[in-house]
């Protein structure tokens, strides 16, 4: 496969992998928000609140992480020169 060819699969598989990952922030953002209203309407307990929203949290700052690995990828790819034939 050719470099351009290469480099263009890759930067496809990044903008798929960063929107994938996108969609998953939003998600959790409105579970944030469905388990804050359950807690106000007293529909959950405290330690089940306090628990849920650790593991929003842990997988956000996963899904954050890999975010900005994908983001690193994709700049080093567009800055890695290719020769001309």
């Not at 953002?29 to 593991?55: A, H, I, P, T, Y």
């Not at 700052?61 to 690995?69: D, G, Q, T, V």
Request: hydrophobic share 35%; net charge negative.
């Amino acid at each position: 496969m050719e470099k351009n060819q290469c480099r263009t699969a890759q930067i496809v598989s990044a903008c798929s992998i960063e929107s994938d990952v996108d969609k998953e922030l939003t998600s959790i953002k409105s579970q944030r928000e469905r388990f804050l209203k359950l807690f106000e309407g007293n529909g959950v307990d405290d330690d089940l609140f306090v628990e849920l929203l650790c593991e929003l949290k842990d997988r956000h700052e996963r899904l954050l992480s890999r975010r900005n690995e994908v983001e690193r990828k994709l700049e080093d790819s567009m800055a890695e020169s290719i020769p001309l034939p």
